[in-house]
């Protein structure tokens, strides 16, 4: 693991295809596939990884520098912790990562084989961690799970049968839970029964012209914000019947997730696939972290409770 710091790189305004959005790279840093965009208000910074090089990203959005620590890859997903920290999920294992680069333990290890990792993550209201894992290409169709690890360690498994789960969001009450099935093309909305979920119901299947869902976010009114992986844009869903409300075109071809932030929750972050990694277009901006002012907020989150 080792710690870097990244100048703030050039901030040339494009304006997207909707014409009340705005689009702009925060900082020089560029992933070769960046995910999992969370805000961290007790810091003031937007994590966010680099799954193939194994870096955490803590991004100032006022002036875009960037701390990055590296572990070793693959890492899929980064969250605050109520104490002050940040959980990585790398590989099958969970880490906490304190102030200091030393300062990092193993929380959990899923008992998966290799070839299986870790996706994206959210905490729920209580700060248990929900987190998807994917199977390798040679595990049966189906192999895919959906977890939930408390700040104890301890993991249970809440679904099963998933190809491969995706984006995780919470709806403003805490009480219905959305999840990308990436390869199938839906985004399936849950009710959370105490400890169970029950209800399952497709909100929305992508058509394939569209591309591929991948993360998502939830607005302040209860819409949910898909990232469309090849599909160069974001949608926003309606909660009650999955209509297409808005759709946000953007200067790259794979956003994969997508986060609100700032002060106040105004500002929307995506992450984006490098040319390596899925962006044929060769656009300058693809790899980066990017900032949209979409003219709406999302909901506050809630830090995964681990010390």
């Known amino acids: 693991m080792s710690e870097a710091t990244t100048d703030r790189g050039g901030q040339v305004r494009v304006p997207g295809a909707d014409r009340r959005c705005d689009v702009a790279p925060v900082g020089a840093v560029r992933a070769a596939f960046g995910e999992g965009p969370t805000w961290d208000a007790a810091h003031n910074v937007v994590r966010w990884v680099d799954i193939p090089a194994g870096d955490v990203h803590a991004t100032d959005p006022l002036t875009g520098n960037t701390r990055t620590t590296r572990f070793t890859p693959p890492v899929s997903a980064v969250v605050p912790t109520s104490g002050g920290r940040f959980a990585a999920a790398a590989g099958l294992s969970l880490l906490l990562v304190g102030t200091a680069s030393s300062d990092t333990r193993a929380l959990a290890r899923l008992p998966l084989a290799d070839g299986y990792r870790m996706n994206d993550a959210v905490c729920d209201g209580d700060g248990r961690l929900w987190v998807g894992t994917m199977p390798p290409r040679t595990a049966p169709q189906g192999s895919g799970r959906l977890w939930r690890i408390d700040g104890g360690g301890q ?90 409300l808005r759709r946000v075109e953007l200067p790259v071809s794979h956003p994969t997730s997508c986060s609100f932030g700032g002060s106040q929750l105004a500002e929307l972050y995506v992450t984006t696939a490098g040319p390596d990694h ?30």
């Open 278 to 307: 899925g962006d044929r277009t060769n656009h300058p901006y693809a790899g980066h972290l990017l900032r949209l002012d979409v003219g709406i907020a999302g909901l506050p989150g809630t830090p995964m409770g681990a010390p």
């Open 155 to 244: 993991a249970t498994v809440m679904l099963d049968g998933l190809r491969l789960p995706n984006g995780l969001g919470w709806s403003p009450d805490g009480r219905r839970l959305y999840l990308v099935d990436t390869l199938v093309g839906s985004v399936d909305v849950f009710d959370l029964d105490g400890d169970r979920l029950t209800g399952r119901q497709t909100l929305v299947r992508v058509d394939a012209h569209h591309g591929r869902p991948d993360g998502l976010a939830v607005d302040e009114n209860g819409a949910v914000w898909v990232a469309l992986a090849g599909g160069g844009a974001l949608h926003r869903y309606s909660p009650v019947d999955g209509r297409l």
